[in-house]
């Protein structure tokens, strides 16, 4: 299960990566906002953070303005490694390397056809799992269990 979340700027954009990964067999858990009405996106971000965080979704996808305060606020939750992506070669990287579980777009900063092509990237790129990544990951797992105690 993959959860959506965006605030009042990308509404549009939630909506057809939503239809776009139904279409590819996902299941897709849609956390909203629905609307262009302001809405801050950081409750946005602890909703899909949250869901992913729990085990109840595999991934997540949040998408604002531009990306930033989304990824921002969602890398405060305990276990949730999101990654800001403009382009497919990251988020291809941040599967493999990072294990990123969340993906953070701008719909103001990259086009409707580049957006569905870095979400298929992230969602069906899988984590290598080669020794040096799992470590690097194990590492940022400490720094969080220290810090965000």
Known sequence: ??????????????????????????????????????????????????AVASGSCDKGILICGTGIGMSIAANK????????CSDTFSAKAT????????????????????ALEIVD????????GDERHVRRINKISAIEEEYFK
């Open 95 to 114: 599967r493999q390397h990072n294990d990123a579980n969340v993906l953070a777009l701008g719909e103001r900063v990259v086009g409707t056809g580049l």
């Open 1 to 50: 299960m993959i959860a959506l979340g965006c605030d009042h700027a990308a509404v549009k954009l939630k909506n057809t990566i939503k239809e776009h990964l139904t279409k590819l067999g996902y299941e897709v858990e849609d956390f909203g906002c629905h609307t262009d009405q302001s809405v801050d996106y950081s409750d946005y971000a602890l909703k899909v953070a949250e």
């Open 77 to 84: 939750v305990k276990g949730i490694r999101c990654a800001h």
């Open 121 to 128: 990237c992230f969602v069906g790129t899988p984590f290598s």
